[in-house]
Nanobody
Framework: QVLLVESGGGSVQAGGSLRLSCAAS????????VTWFRQAPGKEREGVAG????????YYADSVKGRFTISQDNAKNTVYLQMDRLKPEDTAMYYC????????????????????WGQGTQVTVSS
């Protein structure tokens, strides 16, 4: 059974930083699309940032461009999300998701493209 485990969430003041990790078990991230999503209370789940694990191309939602950076460590089979200059509106549960193929660019943030999901890690940003 594929297992994605997120970690690194927590509480931080506005302007602070956090680094989230997504580690895979019984699964290899090669030739995948791995995307971070988030969901705030009462809101729909939205895509934040993603990476094509073959080649390393990245993509970001406009709301986080210039503040968040996604990266991968193939040796550790882990994808990271470095979040800087955090804002209260970044408060949400953050989920890691993987698709076993390169998702078309117009579908990058389409939830149905992703077969595997983690349980989420909470990020809370106070003003």
């Amino acid at each position: 059974q594929v297992l994605l485990v997120e970690s690194g969430g927590g509480s931080v003041q506005a302007g602070g930083s956090l680094r989230l990790s997504c580690a895979a078990s019984r699964y290899t991230f090669s030739r995948n699309s791995v995307t971070w999503f988030r969901q705030a209370p009462g809101k729909e789940r939205e895509g934040v940032a993603g990476i094509y694990t073959t080649g390393g191309s990245t993509y970001y939602a406009d709301s986080v461009k210039g503040r968040f950076t996604i990266s991968q460590d193939n040796a550790k089979n882990t994808v990271y999300l470095q979040m800087d200059r955090l804002k209260p509106e970044d408060t949400a549960m953050y989920y890691c998701a993987a698709a076993p193929y390169p998702v078309f660019s117009w579908d990058r943030f389409r939830l149905q493209e992703y077969s595997y999901w983690g349980q989420g890690t909470q990020v809370t940003v106070s003003s």
